[in-house]
């Protein structure tokens, strides 16, 4: 039983060396990131050795970014990014064949033949409140029942006075067909053609030569298994692309520069009092578009984005409140009392992300 398995548990912790709880809990964590914290980064680029990819499309991230009612009320106030970051369904017709075309802001996240609510009625075009994301894809389970306990996806529907409705399948797998994406589109109107707003191309990196079972470790886990297999919805890259293809790499979104603040001072705390090198106040509210890897089998993943935090060891500790870390990454500004621009670091951390659980700050 699982009593049985936590006693026999920390009986054997009890067996142990003492260790420093923070040591291991920074060598361990790994949660899924979008943008740069005092004590650490997002990453690793998804070029890079140690990548995370996932099969599921949508995350818990996803639902705080979409649901303001989500978040406590002390949080509400004080992130950076705007939040009412809504899914778009957009139905495109290729060849006579229509897909549903799903987007997270205004970046296309995966494609899907059809988009149905749990009783089978379709879900009409438009913008979509995301209010639950289980981390875990929909297509891995037989019923709906085990979908809306493992694997759902919910939104409000605004013809149903808001109501959270289940996505029937659940949290879509990633799929990505070319032919519906790209700049042959208006930006999220579905219509093909050229237009001054036309859509981005995605972000693919192509891994179909690449063997999933050696160039890939699965770390995923199926919420029903009680043996603990790691399964293929998640995989962590074992090989170095960047090395070899630095080019294609560098056009790629770089986890070093998101900082997604919208409010707050023009010099970014991860520059060292440089100008961020994307800095534009209203677009710096949106997330970075996602990339994805065409896998082999004409199979989709989408990068996942991890906390990596400073190493804090007996060895190597980092001192919390006034470590470098600290002193290098708190916000800046500027003396203007003596006319003076030379960047000065602010006597306490200014950061308006500190209770905001969407970013997550420490």
Same mark, same amino acid.
């Given at each position: 039983t ?12 009890f ?20 943008e ?11 070029c ?6 996932r099969?599921f ?16 009320s ?6 950076p ?15 006579s ?8 802001q ?14 089978d ?94 160039? #890939?470790?699965? $770390?995923?886990? *199926?919420?029903? &298994?009680? +043996?603990?297999?790691?399964? @293929?919805s ?14 294609e ?26 100008l ?22 004409d ?8 906390y ?11 001192l ?10 708190? #916000?800046?500004? $500027?003396?203007e *009392?003596?006319? &003076?621009? +030379?960047?000065v670091?602010? @006597? ?15």
């Open positions: 699982n009593d049985a398995k936590l006693q026999s548990w920390l009986e054997d912790q067996g142990l060396p003492p260790s420093i709880h923070r040591e291991y809990f920074r060598r361990h964590v790994n949660p899924r990131s979008i740069l914290y005092k004590y650490g980064q997002t990453g690793p680029r998804p890079s050795p140690g990548a995370y990819w099969k499309t949508f995350t818990r991230k996803d639902v705080l970014h979409s649901d303001i009612n989500q978040l406590p002390l949080n509400r106030w004080t992130w990014m705007e939040v009412m970051k809504n899914v778009t369904i957009v139905t495109r017709t290729v060849s064949t229509p897909k549903k075309v799903w987007f997270f205004d970046d296309i996240r995966t494609m899907t033949d059809t988009a149905e609510w749990e009783d009625s379709d879900i009409p075009d438009g913008s979509y409140i995301v209010c639950a994301a289980d981390e875990y894809g929909g297509e891995t389970f037989s019923t709906e029942e085990e979908r809306k306990l493992w694997g759902r996806l919910s939104l409000k529907d605004p013809l149903n006075s808001m109501a959270c409705r289940h996505v029937k399948g659940g949290n879509p797998t990633v799929s990505i067909d070319t032919d519906y994406a790209g700049s042959s589109f208006d930006s999220i109107s579905g219509q093909e053609g050229p237009s001054d707003d036309a859509e981005a191309d995605p972000f693919i990196l192509d891994y179909s030569s690449k063997d999933l079972a050696n160039d #890939f470790t699965q $770390i995923g886990y *199926d919420p029903k &298994d009680d +043996t603990d297999t790691p399964d @293929d998640v995989l962590l890259q074992g090989f170095d692309f960047e090395s070899t293809n630095s080019a790499c560098d056009t790629l979104p770089d986890p070093e520069k998101s900082d997604y603040r919208q409010k707050g001072w023009i010099y970014s705390p991860y520059y060292a009092g440089r961020h090198p994307d800095w534009d106040p209203p677009s710096r509210a949106y997330l970075d578009p996602p990339v994805f890897a065409k896998m082999p089998g199979i989709y993943y989408i990068h996942d984005r991890r990596n935090p400073l190493e804090n060891t007996i060895e190597n500790p980092l919390d409140g006034g470590g470098q870390m600290t002193m290098e990454t708190i #916000f800046r500004d $500027i003396n *009392d003596r006319g &003076d621009t +030379t960047l670091t602010a @006597d306490h951390d200014e950061n308006p992300r500190t209770y905001s659980r969407i970013s997550g700050n420490e």
